[in-house]
């Protein structure tokens, strides 16, 4: 790959001095940049520079949130982007029937350099230099400027500054309205919008993060015509036609915009990307969710960012001198079994004392030798942060058995706007300040970057108790999983891919029903698992009070983790399976002057416009036995009218349900053309399968071309 790849993202998290991130998002990204630095990867990074970045959260006794906004310190950190003159480089966006001046910084990120917009420019009116104050401010307003900030001021800073990327990806929906600036610039060349479209389309990626709808940023119209209304028209098209791009209901939905300005979009976890397709087929009710064309690429961590410097040192001495140019493959971890494990026991308490000093500086000192399980995450609902706190009394009884005991650290910030979320921090101190749980249960503040280094490296258990499948992958449990820190987590997310029984536990409660029952399920699954395994196993010691079974654990959590969930792995998988076909593809449809981009564009119209004439006229169904025992045969013939469309570009096949949750297809043959326009079809399905499943078999005609990406990717579907 040697053309550069542009990454979009709201947020990044590089370092804990520079709080331009909320969570994991940010961290993902900010691990993507430096693992794309590692493999030499050509990408430029574009983001927002938050002035007062996320918020500073403070907890008193009282457990309630505080928010302190104190400005970013820049200096040292990253320089101004300038012109050829050294002047500070401009680029203006359009807001609301008004230019919006941008400035911008780079920070570098080893080889990557990130740029972040700023809209504290001095020509600016006072109320727009304050657009980028804050990260997630929850208002609206705020919010459509920046995401118009992020997709519009990051391609015309980009294509100001000469980089000509072949692969736009944008990281989340926020930055989606890329591409409709992309639309715009070739609308400005001379292209038509359809045409502008397949070109932009080609070339961009889009990554998923959110499990439900409740969770997509959309914005209303009137909000859309305010801020963007005098943008429409430079892109060639109407309002309804650009409207359309996004349209979920009256609503304009970033998710949809960049479903559909995207060639391929991918979820983060191999559960998430079932659980994209399902969404997305409330979107599209007559395709079948497994048909929907999404990938996945499960999140991984930045080693040399999250690995500790104790295992760092140990590792080096006992792995191959390459081994930090090879973390994803699983060899390249094996030797992680030779360490004797009375030394990465040592390590591991080295880290765990760490923690204890730079977190609890009061803990008692019998605290480095107490099993302490971390939790520490966004506190938003679905993560349930509370479930331990179901039955105080067992609780009680855990934490306090005088021969096992249990203390546990929590920590994470709720946003600013989500009062449930703050009531939880308040419980879990009023919880933390109560006589029985005083010093086993604790609540850090702050959780940032810097205080989950020290959590995923120093506790023994890292818990994680989100509703399924509401976590679309999680990686704070694979950085821990690096450092030898057991996970014990409901099967969701990246877990459910990386749980095999020996390297950590699985919170097995219930898969469905209420919230009410899932919660008592998984609160009772949780509470045997610390009772009769995690407890008796870390108080298990050899001779020289090494828990050798618990450091087994470590080891084949290390082995069997660290190789897949790391960003190295999982920025290759980008790269050989993403980028590099969306390169291709995208070269393929400019080049020629976007020879290939019009034609599609006008296949697409051709079929869009005749496509009310195909119907499936009659459809004829015959299932036999077949020769061998047990095998059903059915065969299929149906009259379909295609009008004008040739009969080469459609396909027609028979779609049922297998029984199990999954769907049989059987692609139908035109064998004669009866009439104008109207074919007979026909086709065998063969299944070992009941001949009751055949009997709700459908017949569907869909366009086809060797130019889609995918089969529905004009979302268009005629059944009989
Ligand atoms: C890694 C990380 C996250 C992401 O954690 P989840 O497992 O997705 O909850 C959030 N915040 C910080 C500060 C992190 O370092």
């Given at each position: 790959m040697t053309a550069s790849i542009a990454y979009f993202s709201a947020e990044f998290g590089i370092d804990a001095s520079i709080p331009i991130y909320s969570g994991g998002l940010g961290v993902l990204a900010g691990d993507h940049l430096k693992a794309a630095s590692d493999l030499e990867l050509p990408l430029s990074g574009v983001g927002i520079?938050?002035?007062?970045?996320y918020f500073r959260q403070v907890v008193g006794e009282d457990g309630v949130q505080r928010h302190l906004y104190p400005e970013i310190d820049r200096t040292g950190q990253m320089e101004q982007v300038t012109d050829n003159e050294g002047r500070p480089l401009l680029v203006k966006v359009p807001i609301a029937n008004r230019l919006v001046y941008l400035k911008a910084w780079r920070l570098q990120v080893g080889r990557i350099p990130l740029y972040l917009l700023d809209?504290?420019?001095?020509?600016?009116e006072e109320t727009d230099r304050r657009l980028t104050d804050n990260l997630y401010a929850g208002d609206r307003h705020i919010r459509i400027c920046q995401e118009i900030i992020l997709g519009i001021g990051g391609v015309r800073l980009l294509h100001k500054l000469g980089v000509k990327p072949a692969v736009w990806h944008m990281n989340e929906g926020h930055s989606a309205f890329l591409t409709l600036e992309r639309i715009r610039e070739h609308s400005a060349s001379g292209l038509s919008f359809h045409t502008a479209l397949e070109a932009v389309k080609a070339s961009t990626v889009f990554t998923t993060h959110t499990p439900v709808p409740a969770g997509h940023d959309q914005f209303d119209m009137q909000m859309m015509d305010h801020y963007l209304g005098d943008f429409y028209w430079q892109l060639g098209a109407d309002r309804d036609t650009i409207l359309a791009l996004g349209r979920v209901g009256d609503s304009f939905n970033m998710t949809r915009l960049a479903m559909k300005t995207a060639s391929v979009v991918n979820g983060v976890s191999a559960l998430h990307e079932d659980v994209t397709k399902a969404l997305f087929h409330h979107w599209?009710?007559?395709?079948p969710k497994q048909d929907i064309a999404v990938a996945s690429v499960t999140n991984g961590v930045h080693i040399d960012t999250w690995l500790s410097p104790e295992l760092k040192k140990l590792f080096s001495r006992y792995l191959s001198a390459d081994w930090s140019g090879r973390t994803f493959e699983p060899a390249a971890w094996s030797g992680i079994r030779d360490i004797p494990s009375g030394e990465l026991w040592e390590r591991h308490q080295q880290a765990k004392e760490r923690l204890l000093e730079g977190l609890l500086p009061d803990h008692e000192p019998s605290a480095k030798e107490t099993l302490l399980i971390g939790f520490a995450r966004r506190f938003a609902t679905y993560k349930r942060a509370l479930l331990i706190f179901m039955d105080l009394d067992r609780l009680d009884k855990i934490v306090n058995d005088p021969k096992r005991p249990v203390s546990f650290i929590f920590a994470g910030k709720a946003h600013p706007a989500d009062d449930p979320g703050q009531q939880m921090i308040r419980r879990i101190v009023e919880i933390s300040q109560m006589e029985r749980f005083k010093g086993r249960i604790r609540f850090v503040e702050n959780y940032d970057m810097g205080s989950a280094k020290l959590l995923v490296q120093g506790v023994d258990v890292w818990l994680n108790t989100p509703v399924k499948p509401m976590e679309a992958s999680g990686t704070s449990g694979q950085k821990a999983a690096l450092n030898g820190v057991l996970n014990c987590s409901v099967l969701d997310g990246w877990w459910s891919e990386g749980y095999n029984g020996r390297n950590g536990w699985a919170i097995q409660g219930a898969a469905e029903g209420s919230l009410e029952r899932q919660a008592e399920e998984d609160s009772e699954a949780l509470y045997r698992l610390l009772e009769e395994e995690i407890a008796p196993l870390y108080y298990r010691r050899d001779a020289h009070s090494v828990p050798l079974e618990w450091v087994n654990k470590m080891k084949e959590s290390i082995c069997t983790l660290a190789p897949r969930f790391n960003t190295h792995r999982m920025v290759r998988e980008y790269s050989n399976r993403i980028y590099s076909p969306t390169e291709e593809r995208g070269n393929r449809f400019t080049a020629n002057g976007y020879e290939i981009a019009g034609k599609v564009a006008a296949y697409k119209r051709f079929i869009r416009e005749q496509w009310q004439h195909v119907r499936v006229h009659s459809m004829h169904t015959h299932s036999s036995q077949g020769t061998r025992i047990g095998l059903t045969e059915t065969f299929f013939q149906v009259h379909v009218y295609l009008g004008p469309i040739w009969e080469q570009d459609v396909r027609v096949e028979a779609v049922g349900s297998d029984g199990d949750g999954g769907i049989w297809k059987v692609k139908l043959k035109a064998v004669a053309e009866l009439g104008k326009g109207l074919f007979r079809y026909e086709g065998t399905f063969r299944d070992?399968?009941?001949?009751?499943?055949?009997?709700t078999a459908n017949v569907r005609v869909f366009p086809v071309s060797?130019?889609?990406?995918?089969?529905?990717e004009m979302e268009l579907t005629t059944w009989g």
């Open positions: 520079l938050y002035r007062k970045g809209a504290d420019v001095e020509a600016n599209l009710p007559y395709i070992q399968n009941d001949a009751m499943l055949h009997a060797s130019d889609f990406n995918n089969d529905f």
